[in-house]
Nanobody, 122 residues
Framework: QVQLVESGGGSVQAGGSLSVSCRAS?????MGWFREAPGKEREGVAF????????YYTDSVKGRFTISQDNAKNTLLLQMNNLKPEDTAMYYC??????????????????WGQGTQVTVSS
């Protein structure tokens, strides 16, 4: 069983930066972030294989968001720069304890954080 506790997020104007973090209570194989905006489907944002460090981003955030991990603290970080109003959403931390499943499919994840709000105003 892995518990995920998120922190960070908040409100910022377009062009600004925010970060969100997620602390995991146990070992993970892959961690990442989904987001859900009002009226839209929950979508994958960024992922990292916690062992080898490979990272993956959805096209809309490439070059603006950076996913990383602090192994000593078992914490996942998402640095978000040059934020746009369309980045406004609830951001959810996710984790997998083993391989299998499409990383972009929300149904592949057993472990979810409680969500943290990111709001970007124009």
């Amino acid at each position: 069983q892995v518990q995920l506790v998120e922190s960070g997020g908040g409100s910022v104007q377009a062009g600004g930066s925010l970060s969100v973090s997620c602390r995991a209570s146990g070992a993970t194989y892959l961690m990442g972030w989904f987001r859900e905006a009002p009226g839209k489907e929950r979508e994958g944002v960024a992922f990292i294989y916690t062992g080898r460090g490979d990272t993956y981003y959805t096209d809309s955030v490439k070059g603006r968001f950076t996913i990383s991990q602090d192994n000593a603290k078992n914490t996942l970080l998402l640095q978000m720069n040059n934020l746009k109003p369309e980045d406004t959403a609830m951001y959810y931390c996710v984790a997998k304890s083993g391989p299998g499943g499409n990383i972009w499919n929300k149904h592949s994840y057993r472990y979810w954080g409680q969500g943290t709000q990111v709001t970007v105003s124009s």
